[in-house]
């Protein structure tokens, strides 16, 4: 990026300033933004979107990065990797910086591979003579996306769990209905809404049979399922308004595409994440089309094998998503499931299979299932709600209702609290409890100084705090120094 490209950002961004995304302002020829946004370059075109890699230095305090802007051209090979703004001016400018810390890196999709950055962070540091005061971790938080506080990670032990809020085509048709339900879906906490966006035409053939729950949910003479998913389409402009609303609302909006045409319009209306159905994990050009955008995948695997979802997670992979980008979710596609089809273990053999963060997709009645789920390790939850499961449609009778949502969503934000780390010690809340519970080794009956301590003169009782009565084989036979009154702690050393 030359300084011209550069100063033009100025322009661009000038009615974004003040926008929900964060204040940016400029010193001189330099770009800040305040801690925790993303930074999106657009000086290629009009319309066009992308993200920029920068490199990033903390300045002086936690509220301003400095964003210098790297070559989209970035090679796989980190020792290529170069600074377009790189002129005296920013030479002059960067020298004045050489005590700022190394923070993290954006990159654009798929142009910086490695699985660590330190390689490419190092190599920039030795280009320009700075001296950060501490590397960034390749797997810090600030290398992950952040959604409405959560991360969407390979390594997410330590992060929310994201709730994805499926409202599918529970809207009916309707945008009303659908802003209702992304009401419904924020009220209730939780950090995504999904829809479903297709064209009938691209999706199903016009002889095709609707699924045996579609045709007893709907209970319509007709069995057609292109009839019953085009009256469920969403327009452009509908998309566009629901974008807009659940902006509003502070929610995540997503949507299935079910098509090669929907993805690209996915792509185009600025969707970070891609949810991938259950039904399209055979679909190779479906597959090949996503991975290819280089955005974070969430891809589902109800009716699946283990190999067809190591195949179609190897498809992604090589086809330009990165694999700390993926989450793969057990799915059952019944609606609704039974219990005993849920198999939740198995989301922990692709976890073990496939070394990657795993989720899941419920159909289940209620909300046991994805609250265990989580406590088993999901870091994201998909679940079917709607505003009324009396509402006609295919897939309401087997959804939650929004007071349900609701719980679902305390429920697993109490689970998270509770998980913890595998390390076993006293929590805080306990640590003034081990005095009161635990016990010392005491006299059983008055002891004289100079008498051998046994186990007739000796006992166990509470308080804790003096000796431990683990050390109860190496006080036997010590000689009092002292004189004990019964229930006295035994003060002797060992």
Same mark, same amino acid.
């Given at each position: 990026m030359n300084l011209e490209n550069f100063n033009r950002w100025n322009e661009i961004k000038k009615e974004q300033q003040q926008s929900s995304r964060g204040k940016y302002f400029r010193q001189g020829e330099i770009w800040f933004v305040h801690q925790g946004q993303n930074i999106g370059y657009e000086v290629y075109g009009k319309g066009e979107r992308f993200l920029r890699p920068v490199l990033i230095f903390k300045k002086f305090n936690n509220h301003t990065f400095l964003a210098i802007p790297l070559t989209s051209k970035i090679k796989d090979d980190a020792y290529h990797a170069k600074i377009d703004f790189a002129d005296k001016t920013s030479s002059a400018l960067l020298s004045q910086i050489k005590t700022m810390d190394v923070k993290r890196l954006y990159y654009k999709k798929g142009k910086i591979k490695p699985s660590c950055y330190d390689e490419l962070k190092k190599k920039i540091v030795e280009l320009y003579q700075l001296t950060p005061q501490k590397e960034g971790s390749c797997n810090s938080q600030d290398e992950n996306q952040q959604t409405n506080g959560v991360i969407i990670s390979q390594n997410n032990k330590n992060? =929310?769990?994201?709730?994805?809020?499926?409202?599918?085509?529970?809207?009916? @048709?309707?945008?009303?209905?659908?802003k209702k339900l992304i009401d419904a879906a924020s009220d209730a906490g939780a950090d995504a809404v999904k829809f479903q966006t297709f064209k009938a035409e691209k999706l199903v053939s016009r002889d095709a049979k609707k699924a045996a729950y579609q045709q007893e949910n709907m209970q319509e003479e007709s069995d057609s399922q292109f009839a019953?998913?085009?009256?469920?389409?969403?327009?452009?402009?509908?998309?566009?308004?629901l974008i807009a609303y659940a902006q509003s609302k502070n929610i995540m909006f997503l949507s299935t595409p079910f098509d090669l045409e929907s993805i690209k319009l996915l792509d185009d209306l600025g969707l970070e994440i891609f949810k991938i159905p259950s039904g399209e994990i055979t679909n190779l050009p479906y597959l090949r089309a996503i991975a290819k955008l280089g955005k974070r995948v969430v891809l589902s695997t109800g009716m699946s094998t283990m190999d067809e979802v190591r195949e179609a997670f190897e498809v992604l992979l090589n086809n330009g998503t990165q694999?700390?980008?993926?989450?793969?979710?057990?799915?059952? +596609?019944?609606?609704?499931?039974?219990?005993?089809?849920?198999?939740?273990?198995?989301?922990? @053999?692709?976890?073990?299979?496939?070394?990657?963060?795993?989720?899941?997709?419920?159909? +289940?009645? @209620?909300?046991?299932?994805?609250?265990?789920a989580v406590a088993m390790g999901a870091s994201v939850i998909e679940k079917h709600f709607t505003l009324s499961r009396d509402m006609e449609g295919p897939d309401h009778k087997a959804s939650l209702e929004p007071h349900e949502l609701k719980a679902m969503v305390g429920a697993i934000r109490n689970i998270e609290?509770?998980? @913890?780390?595998?390390?076993?010690?006293?929590s805080a809340s306990e640590t003034p409890n081990i005095t009161v519970a635990r016990k010392s080794i005491v006299a059983a009956r008055k002891i004289a100084k100079g008498e051998v301590l046994s =186990?007739?003169?000796?006992?166990?009782?509470?308080?804790?705090?003096?000796?431990?009565?683990?050390?109860?084989?190496e006080i036997l036979g010590k000689v009092a120094t002292k004189e004990y009154d019964v229930d006295a702690m035994i003060e002797e050393d060992i």
């Open positions: 992060s =929310k769990v994201f709730i994805i809020a499926e409202a599918g085509v529970n809207h009916n @048709g309707s945008t009303e209905l659908a019953m998913l085009k009256k469920l389409e969403l327009d452009v402009a509908t998309h566009k308004e694999k700390e980008h993926i989450t793969i979710l057990h799915a059952n +596609t019944m609606y609704p499931t039974p219990m005993e089809d849920v198999n939740l273990r198995a989301m922990l @053999g692709i976890q073990k299979e496939l070394d990657v963060s795993v989720g899941y997709s419920d159909h +289940t009645l @209620g909300i046991e299932v994805p609250i265990a609290q509770t998980l @913890g780390s595998s390390e076993k010690k006293p =186990k007739e003169n000796l006992t166990v009782k509470r308080p804790g705090g003096g000796i431990n009565p683990m050390q109860w084989d």
